[in-house]
């Protein structure tokens, strides 16, 4: 056994090595925060040369839901490849840029001792494999369905809801017992608003309107996430 001044000596050198939380849990939007492009939905209709204009304008005008807008998404890569299956869309999102910092972001916050989730309208595929890959805590995505031969079926999988992203983040404040005000969200876009307004802390990170820059707490403009470690975590 350690005789307790090695464990003072511990607690000391973990203490400076550790810099000290502000919150208990950081949730990130994905597409334009983690992953550096607009969205994951965007980079398959890119790679099929199509355009969801139409759907995207009835969707923000309120009159088509979640699950109508994702099942016209997928619809028009269908129309590309009517055989489009699980493999072929891990294939097209291999790619996908990431931003800078991520892991080193991860790391100090959870050397500090706060959940890291992840909470996206893009895609599981992606959400799974930044979690995986970097080490989040949790992540709530949405989804392309597929049968059990892998084939894309049409349907998308409703988790988070684009117009209620606080419910994605109350969910998780509740699963990890975290009080709102000990909670910080990090987006790019007017989608993370309910976000932001879900936690006592929000940080617009490079933002893609002037909407999610003025409701955030903070405006972080870097091309490196772990510029947003300050605002988590206080000491130098
Ligand atoms: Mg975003």
Not at 78 to 94: A, G, Q, V
Not at 104 to 121: D, F, N, Q, R, Y
Not at 141 to 150: I, K, L, P, T, Y
Not at 178 to 184: G, L, N, Q, S, Y
Request: glycine letters at 8%.
């Amino acid at each position: 056994m350690l005789p307790d001044e090695a464990f003072n000596y511990l607690g000391v050198l973990d203490g400076a090595l550790r810099r000290e939380a502000r919150f208990d849990l950081v949730a990130f939007d994905m597409d334009g925060v983690l992953v550096d492009y607009t969205s994951c939905w965007t980079w398959i209709h890119d790679h099929f040369s199509v355009d969801n204009e139409g759907a995207l304008n009835e969707f923000i005008e309120g009159r088509i839901d979640d699950k109508e807008f994702m099942r016209r998404d997928i619809a028009l890569w269908k129309e590309r490849n009517p055989s489009l299956n699980r493999m072929d869309l891990d294939t097209i999102l291999e790619p996908l840029p990431m931003t800078t910092g991520i892991t080193e972001t991860v790391s100090a916050l959870k050397a500090a001792g706060i959940k890291t989730v992840i909470i996206t309208g893009g895609l599981d595929i992606v959400a799974e494999r930044i979690a995986k890959h970097y080490g989040f805590d949790d992540f709530l995505a949405n989804g392309v369905e597929c049968d059990d031969r892998g084939m894309v079926t049409g349907e998308g999988i409703l988790r988070v809801e684009l117009k209620n992203k606080r419910a994605a983040l109350e969910s998780f404040l509740a699963k990890y017992s975290v009080r709102k005000e000990r909670a910080a969200s990090i987006g790019d876009s007017f989608i993370d608003i309910p976000m932001f307004e879900a936690s006592g802390m929000s940080i617009a990170y490079n933002p893609s309107d002037e909407l999610a820059a003025r409701r955030a707490t903070f405006v972080v403009r870097s091309q490196d996430l772990t510029a947003v470690l300050p605002y988590l975590l206080k000491g130098k």
